[in-house]
């Protein structure tokens, strides 16, 4: 059971304790913080919002690379769609704000593409811009390893491009490569304790031993067939339409090269394949622009001498259309779809501040709930663990409590002090009613969750049930 305490309270959760994760990362949100209690303004509620705002900041500058970028492969009025596109579409509304380190990486791999000049339409990029490209490129890869398949990919291109290739590689991909490695090395030394490779720790573990497999599996068609259908949505005939017809084949490539390499690994989650998700969307503005303008292929940014006006219905028709199904979806999935276990937070460290709870004992799948990043407060937690065993086949304390829910937590009452407060899903509380209500457990607040299930049954509500002794 996992009590995520130490002297300045929180959690570190496993991947940290095994050194699978650079600390890059979360370095860019420190300022923010030491900047909120210089202010006196590191209330919780700020402290939630906040590190959302910057992310906000990061993804704005992919948006505008990303009509940047645009614009040097195809013109202006490609670009114009295309920011329409990525704006428009409901998972990068869903995610690109969010703080994972997947959303940086889909900023940084859109300004670094930018200045690769094996991926512009012309050659005038210069040596100089190329390193500001390989410099993001090697940060990508510091902040998430697995970035290397989009970079070596757009690395084999350049390489096979370039006359000086020796000039390349020991000039320009060495240092830069051996610098922010030897950076990032070093704070993580500084950070861990000790001297830690995390890019080689992500190997073994992700690729080596499938680790990741731990957390369930697909079948190897699903980024295909489910996974990047369902994040792309109704922009994907655009999409289709925009790779036939633009001819822009580095970047189709560097799609099936992405999603072909990610089908190979056992684990698969949207937000991995989420930097080529812009990609995309670029060909899906391009299809755009070739509606309103149908002279387009081949254009450049130039005029065309086609009239539009028998396009223009097409145009706004096909706006709509795209409006009408990403944005009702994209509010539903911010909005709605599994909000509970931020509102549970949200209520607790309401009673928190009031005195009213004195520790929490969390019955739900592991990680399901913001935890101390919503509460913000020092008091005791616990949750099931679900760290990965050395050995397959070992069943973690989270998979004990799904399979006997009612044997779990007898025995945690025998062995352990009753917590105030104990918060579950609805699909749990069914078979832990009688036993709760045994131990002078009442319900005190349920939030609703989900209208279907995604990866386990449907856990429509999530329940917060009180000591009435404490």
């Not at 940060?139 to 390349?168: D, H, M, N, Q």
């Not at 663990?385 to 998979?399: A, H, I, K, M, Y």
Request: with cysteine; aromatic share 14%; net charge positive.
């Amino acid at each position: 059971m996992n009590t995520g305490r130490d002297p300045r309270y929180g959690h570190l959760t496993w991947e940290w304790k095994r050194g699978i994760r650079s600390y890059l990362h979360p370095l860019l949100f420190v300022p923010l913080y030491k900047v909120l209690a210089f202010l006196h303004l590191d209330t919780p509620l700020v402290m939630r919002k906040a590190p959302r705002l910057l992310q906000s900041v990061f993804a704005a500058v992919g948006d505008l690379y990303l009509y940047k970028l645009s614009a040097v492969l195809f013109g202006d009025n490609v670009a114009k769609w295309a920011l329409f596109s990525q704006l428009a579409n409901w998972f990068m509304i869903y995610c690109s704000v969010r703080t994972l380190s997947n959303s940086l990486e889909t900023v940084l791999t859109l300004v670094s593409l930018y200045f690769w000049p094996c991926m512009r339409s012309s050659s005038r990029s210069s040596t100089v811009s190329r390193k500001w490209g390989l410099v993001l490129a090697a940060l990508a890869c510091a902040i998430r390893p697995t970035s290397a398949i989009i970079w070596l990919y757009v690395g084999l291109l350049e390489f096979s491009k370039e006359r000086y290739k020796l000039k390349l590689l020991f000039l320009e991909v060495a240092p830069i490569g051996m610098l922010v490695l030897g950076l990032t090395c070093l704070l993580d030394r500084i950070m861990y304790g000790t001297w830690i490779l995390v890019p080689l720790n992500f190997l073994k573990f992700n690729f080596l031993s499938s680790g990741g497999d731990y957390y369930g599996t697909h079948k190897w068609h699903w980024y295909f067939t489910q996974g990047f259908p369902v994040m792309i949505f109704s922009f994907l005939p655009f999409c289709i339409a925009g790779i036939i017809y633009s001819k822009q084949w580095r970047y189709a490539c560097l799609l099936a090269w992405v999603l072909g390499l990610y089908s190979v690994l056992g684990h698969k989650e949207f937000r991995f394949v989420l930097p080529i998700l812009p990609i995309a969307l670029i060909f899906s503005g391009y299809c755009l622009a070739m509606i309103e303008d149908p002279g387009l292929p081949g254009y450049k940014g130039k005029e065309s001498s086609k009239k539009r006006t028998n396009c223009s219905l097409k145009v706004v028709l096909a706006v709509i259309f795209l409006l009408a199904t990403n944005i009702p979806m994209s509010l539903y999935m911010s909005l709605v779809h599994q909000r509970g276990p931020e509102d549970v937070m949200n209520h607790l460290a309401r009673e928190a501040r009031h005195g009213k709870v004195k520790n929490i004992l969390f019955l739900t799948p592991c990680h399901a709930t913001p935890y101390y990043s919503v509460l913000h407060r020092d008091l005791p937690m616990r949750f099931l663990d679900c760290t990965p065993s050395e050995e397959r086949g070992v069943l973690d304390e989270s998979d004990h409590f799904l399979m006997d829910p009612v044997s779990f937590l007898s025995e945690y009452a025998k062995n352990m002090s009753l917590p105030s407060h104990i918060v579950l899903f609805d699909s749990e509380e069914q078979k832990l009613n009688n036993l709760l209500n045994s131990h002078d457990y009442r319900e005190e607040r349920r939030f609703f969750n989900a209208h279907f299930k995604v990866d386990r049954e449907l856990q429509a509500s999530i329940v917060v049930y009180v000591h009435t002794r404490q």
